[in-house]
């Protein structure tokens, strides 16, 4: 079971770029990585997706590492409407859904 | 645009009530998962579906029971709500065979007094 760490939170001003690393240093072969924004009194929403290398779409960019050890959330030119909490999980796809940990997430406060 | 709706955003209940929580999604999914959300324990699953009638227990799913008796409906029934089970209830939907990249509900808060 792939168990991740990440920040309890961060803070930022708009117009920056925030990265948000996590660690899952027993990730196995088949493993997928993937990211979830939750923004206050909703569900959580799937923001991007990767196995390896760089992942970009208008959301955000997902940066992995060749040793799959961590993997990094990019959001460009953050906004106040950013301020949300963020969850990587880590688990291969079509597994059983036991394997299920969506952990307790990155708070990020973006400020003006 | 795909949909999760769940039947009500806020609930509050009498401890030995009994309780549905209602998800629907309008996607076709076989998949469907119940989570709680704590403060500071992140999402927890309950519950999940794999297909009509069928489930399995998730890591938390002492005090509660499920029913999918149609494929886009998922019901969560707590027996006799406690105190313990005031919280946010999450419910999602995923297309197999993934179940990493899933569509989850608004969440329904509920209250138990």
């Known amino acids: 079971l792939a168990k991740t760490t990440q920040p309890i939170s961060m803070d930022s001003y708009e117009g920056q770029e925030?990265?948000?690393?996590?660690?899952?240093?027993?990730?196995?072969?088949?493993?997928?990585?993937?990211?979830?924004?939750q923004f206050p009194s909703q569900g959580p929403r799937f923001i991007i997706q990767g196995y390896k290398t760089?992942?970009?779409n208008e959301v955000a960019s997902l940066f992995i590492p060749a040793d799959r050890k961590?993997?990094?959330?990019?959001?460009?030119?953050?906004?106040?409407?950013?301020?949300a909490v963020y969850y990587c999980l880590v688990v291969r796809g079509n597994t059983g859904f036991q394997k299920l940990v969506f952990g307790?997430?990155?708070r990020l406060l973006v400020s003006p | 645009d795909v949909k999760v709706t769940q039947s009500s955003?806020?609930?509050?209940?009498?401890?030995?009530?009994k309780v549905f929580l209602e998800c629907v999604q309008d996607m076709d999914h076989e998949n469907m998962f119940w989570y709680r959300q704590?403060?500071?324990?992140?999402?927890?699953?309950i519950y999940f579906s794999y297909d009509v009638?069928?489930?399995?227990?998730?890591d938390i799913p002492e005090g509660y029971s499920v029913s999918r008796e149609k494929k886009e409906r998922f019901s969560l029934i707590l027996e006799s709500a406690s105190t313990n089970q005031t919280s946010m209830y999450l419910c999602a939907s995923s297309l197999p065979p993934r179940?990493?990249?899933?569509?989850?509900?608004?969440?329904?808060r509920l209250t138990v007094l």
């Open chain 2, 38 to 45: 704590d403060p500071g324990l992140g999402l927890r699953l």
């Open chain 1, 18 to 37: 925030v990265n948000i690393t996590c660690s899952h240093n027993n990730i196995a072969t088949n493993d997928y990585i993937t990211w979830y924004q």
């Open chain 2, 53 to 58: 009638k069928m489930k399995e227990k998730g």
């Open chain 1, 70 to 83: 961590s993997s990094t959330l990019s959001l460009p030119r953050v906004s106040l409407s950013d301020t």
């Open chain 1, 104 to 106: 307790t997430g990155t």
């Open chain 2, 9 to 17: 955003r806020y609930l509050v209940k009498r401890t030995g009530e």
């Open chain 2, 99 to 108: 179940v990493d990249t899933q569509y989850f509900g608004p969440g329904t």
């Open chain 1, 54 to 56: 760089k992942v970009t």
